[in-house]
């Protein structure tokens, strides 16, 4: 059974950080691009950064430039995101998905066939 398990969401203060881990089951994510999107409540989930099957591709949201960093560990089949300077309009459920047509990444939720559950990140004071 193909499977992606989101983990690291918290509560952390404004100007914090958290690492979140995607790591997959059932399948290998080194032939997939990788996605994390997230969805608040009362809003349509939306792209946040993206990484291709080759790790030379990415594709950042403008809210997440210089801010979030995504990286991928095929040994691990896992893919990372860094979310530093967390702001609380960052509050959201974070989904990782997967899809393995683009050859570069891309943001759209439409384009992607396989998702987890999500993890929660919460930035209060």
């Known amino acids: 059974q193909l499977q992606l398990v989101e983990s690291g969401g918290d509560l952390v203060q404004p100007g914090g950080s958290l690492r979140l881990s995607c790591t997959a089951s059932?399948?290998?994510?080194?032939?997939?691009?990788i996605g994390w999107f997230r969805q608040a409540p009362g809003k349509e989930r939306e792209g946040v950064v993206c990484i291709n099957s080759r790790g030379r591709s990415t594709d950042y949201a403008d809210s997440a430039k210089g801010r979030f960093t995504i990286s991928r560990d095929d040994a691990k089949n896992t893919v990372y995101l860094q979310m530093d300077s967390l702001k609380p309009e960052d509050t959201a459920v974070y989904y990782c998905?997967?899809?393995?047509?683009?050859?570069?990444?891309?943001?759209?939720?439409?384009?992607?066939?396989?998702w987890g559950q999500g993890t929660q990140v919460t930035v209060s004071s």
């Open positions: 059932g399948f290998t994510l080194d032939n997939y691009g």
């Open positions: 998905a997967a899809e393995s047509r683009s050859y570069y990444c891309n943001l759209q939720v439409k384009e992607y066939d396989y």
